[in-house]
């Protein structure tokens, strides 16, 4: 299991098709248009993009707990969608480790990531994320294959959607050497994150097979921090993730994740290693 993934249902962070997602979506719709706003004047008043107001309108989307509070404010202080998100954190359809750090990803002001397994959910492409699903034991149906692409492809637009978000991936360097799906799927993906390494708010480094010892050993590691800068973390497991907020672990996972990046090569050196190891493919 990776990113939140529960059983066959879930998906990378985003949470299944619920009923009390549709309900709490439709509730946002039904009073969107009482006050007569388009969907497009809304995303305005609320300050989310268009396709996000639509993904949680239809149920596709958990709301951040900043857009509950805009929404409300734009649409007359009801009390209504409060009220209805505190059902949505109840739905046992996404693991409660998960869906907490579903809302606050969202919200993010850093995230970062240190991958040692698989590439991480934001830096994939469609045919590495498919290969994955394909290959999840117990074996995916078409139709649980196609949800889980069309959620993770969605979360990506974190990367799109929030400028301002400081990201920092750090990704050993086996991870491309593994070549997952084949030579072409690797050569897309390397080109990809080549891409994303281009974005100002987004920083990733390589870690290198050379450094024997390093301060991810212990494995992968999730750090956020809130626009109340307040810093969160997630690890998982086989079959169990686990929210930490708790100031001394986070304190730790920190301080590794420091180490880990004056371990790794740098930006400029790591993109040059990417596409060295591109050019072999």
Not at 27 to 42: I, K, M, P, T, Y
Not at 263 to 276: F, I, K, V, Y
């Amino acid at each position: 299991m990776a990113e939140g993934t529960v059983g066959t249902n879930g998906s990378d962070g985003e949470p299944e098709p619920s009923d009390s997602l549709r309900t709490f979506g439709a509730v946002v719709q039904a009073l969107r248009e009482h006050a007569g706003l388009s969907r497009e004047e809304f995303s305005g008043l609320v300050r989310f993009s268009k396709h996000t107001v639509a993904s949680i309108e239809l149920g596709r989307r958990m709301p951040d707990p900043v857009f509950v509070e805009r929404a409300e404010e734009a649409l007359g202080n009801t009390g209504a969608l409060r009220k209805a998100v505190r059902h949505i954190a109840r739905q046992p359809g996404l693991a409660s480790w998960f869906r907490r750090w579903a809302r606050l990803e969202a919200g993010a002001i850093t995230l970062y990531t240190y991958e040692c397994r698989l590439i991480p959910g934001l830096l994939q492409t469609e045919a590495y994320a498919r290969t994955l699903f394909e290959h999840r034991l117990p074996p995916l149906s078409d139709e649980d294959i196609d949800a889980q692409l069309a959620a993770r492809l969605e979360r990506q637009r974190l990367l799109t959607e929030r400028p301002h978000t400081a990201f920092s991936f750090i990704l050993d360097e086996h991870l491309f050497l593994r070549r997952t799906g084949g030579e072409d799927v690797t050569r897309e993906l390397i080109d990809h994150i080549l891409q994303v390494a281009t974005k100002r708010n987004a920083e990733i480094q390589v870690l290198p097979l050379s450094r024997g010892v390093h301060a991810g050993l212990n494995g992968p590691i999730q750090l956020l921090e809130t626009s109340e800068n307040r810093w969160f973390g997630y690890s998982e497991g086989q079959e169990s993730g686990q929210f930490v907020p708790d100031p001394k672990t986070i304190s730790v996972l920190q301080m590794r994740y420091a180490k880990l990046r004056s371990q790794a090569l740098t930006p400029e050196d790591s993109r040059g290693l990417l596409q060295r190891m591109r050019g072999a493919l």
